[in-house]
Each structure stands twice: as C-alpha cells, then as structure tokens.
C-alpha cells in the first residue's frame, strides 16, 4: 500500500530545524500516524523549556490536534495514544490534561517512563488515527 508523508505547518519546519529524520504525519489508506513531538513553543518553533507537566501537555495534544486536522481528521478519530514521559509521578498530571483532550470514549492508551531525551522537556504523545 502507498504511503503518503503530509506536512504539517509550522511543526513540519520545526522538525527540519533539529534535523529529526521524520515526518510529522504519514498516511497509509484511510490510517494516519502521527509523530510525537517536543512541547514546541508556537510562536518562536523552541522547545518550551521549564514548563511544568501540564502546559507541555497541553501543547503536544495541540501539536497532535493540529496534525489531525490539517491530514482531514481529529481528535475524535483517534484509535491509539502513546504516552512518553520521564516519570511515572507525572501520571497524575498528564491525566488531567489529557482527559480534557478525551472526554468521552477515550482511545486505547498506553503511558510509557522514559529516562531521558535529548533536550529539555517531559513527554511526547503519537498517536494513531482514522481519516
């Protein structure tokens, strides 16, 4: 099956910028993947850096948000999240965010700890989605 790279403006220049070799979204028939990105700040492409748990949060399920739409989907057609963070104590926290995010019929999920990545936040979040 032909896979099709979508650009997703400005996270798509952001990534470039760190020179990640991946596409912010990838469709292949009627799924989407959508990659996880850092906590961008929108208006400068930095990643935020001293944000608590939440706002980073919340920027990435933007991030994910605005991937969705500009690939002709949305939250609501989100079948799977994973959850990358850098300690299981933040649960809590990222919850709260997220179910603002999900508030009803929420999509499968998994949370994952991960030491360290290379640059200074807390959590990425990818996701899987229909068209």
């Given at each position: 099956?032909?896979?099709e790279i979508i650009r997703v403006e400005?996270?798509?220049?952001?990534?470039?910028?760190?020179k990640a070799p991946t596409s912010a979204v990838t469709r292949s028939g009627d799924t989407l993947y959508v990659s996880?990105?850092?906590?961008?700040?929108p208006g400068t492409g930095e990643v935020v850096q001293g944000a608590s748990v939440e706002h980073q949060t919340e920027l990435?399920?933007?991030q994910m948000k605005l991937c969705l739409e500009t690939a002709g989907s949305s939250l609501n057609n989100v079948l799977k999240c994973t959850?990358?963070?850098?300690?299981?104590?933040?649960?809590?926290?990222?919850n709260a965010i997220y179910a603002r995010y999900f508030p009803t019929d929420p999509p499968a999920r998994i949370f994952v700890a991960v030491p360290a990545w290379p640059g200074p936040f807390d959590i990425e979040i990818d996701c899987v989605a229909a068209v």
């Open positions: 099956m032909k896979r400005p996270l798509s220049t952001y990534l470039e910028r760190w996880g990105f850092p906590p961008f700040d990435v399920l933007e959850v990358y963070c850098t300690s299981v104590e933040k649960f809590a926290a990222v």
